[in-house]
């Protein structure tokens, strides 16, 4: 398997106009995470899906941000309108079951300027 | 609240000397801890993982401990190689009780083996 697969793998915008990151996760893994991370804060969760749908949001930080699992091998994660404060590495990861191991995807470097 | 400490956040050693990589975490309550490799740029490849019921994990040079009543794991590399340069950040899972579990992340350490 190629692994969790991301794009694009950078990104940079400007402030108010609307990105949005993909996700290809391992085949067969049933859950995918959306992770951001960054300097000051590290990794934080954001949302996680259970076979195709999400189940804990509580990581989203406003209601700008919103993601999607349209099918067992692909998901979205959307910034409308972005914001300087946005820009961070987005990972996505996925796993078999759980508690178990997850896999990460390479990344996605945001910039909003 | 799970919190993951990782100290020292950098550290800089000769090519060839043993070191060990610190991680500590707050509930003892936990189902299994995660050992990641980041490079600069790249997303986290996992290098061990070690059940709570388990005491260490050995993978290559790489050997991965596990003290619940201390609240503690260390990932210990032998024979540190310029290779080895990346941020390790350990990863907490809590008790499993049915549905997914949020890990908790330390903020990593960043080494660097100089050649």
């Known amino acids: 398997d190629a692994g969790v697969i991301q794009s694009p793998r950078h990104e940079v915008t400007e402030m108010g106009q609307e990105v949005t990151l993909r996700c290809k996760p391992i085949?067969?893994?049933?859950?995918l995470f959306w992770y951001r991370q960054t300097m000051m804060r590290g990794l934080e969760l954001l949302i996680y899906f259970n076979n195709n749908v999400p189940i804990d949001d509580s990581g989203m930080p406003e209601d700008r941000f919103s993601a999607k699992m349209p099918n067992a091998s692909f998901s979205t994660l959307k910034i409308q309108p972005s914001e300087p404060r946005d820009s961070a590495v987005y990972f996505c990861a996925s796993s078999l079951g759980t508690p178990s191991e997850q896999y990460f995807g390479p990344g996605t470097r945001l910039t909003v300027t | 609240k799970q919190e993951v400490t990782q100290i020292p956040a950098a550290l800089s050693v000769p090519e060839g000397e043993n070191l060990v990589l610190n991680c500590s975490f707050t509930?003892?309550?936990?189902?299994?801890l995660q050992w990641f490799r980041q490079d600069p740029g790249k997303g986290l490849t996992s290098l061990l993982l070690?059940?709570?019921?388990?005491r260490e994990q050995t993978s290559g040079r790489l050997n991965a401990s596990l003290d619940k009543s201390s609240g503690r794991s260390t990932l210990y590399i032998a024979a540190s190689q310029p290779g080895d340069s990346a941020t390790y950040l350990c990863a907490v899972s809590p008790r499993y009780s049915g549905g997914y579990q949020k890990v908790t992340f330390g903020t990593g350490t960043k080494l660097q083996v100089i050649p």
């Open positions: 085949s067969g893994h049933d859950y």
């Open positions: 509930d003892s309550a936990i189902y299994n």
């Open positions: 070690i059940q709570s019921s388990q």
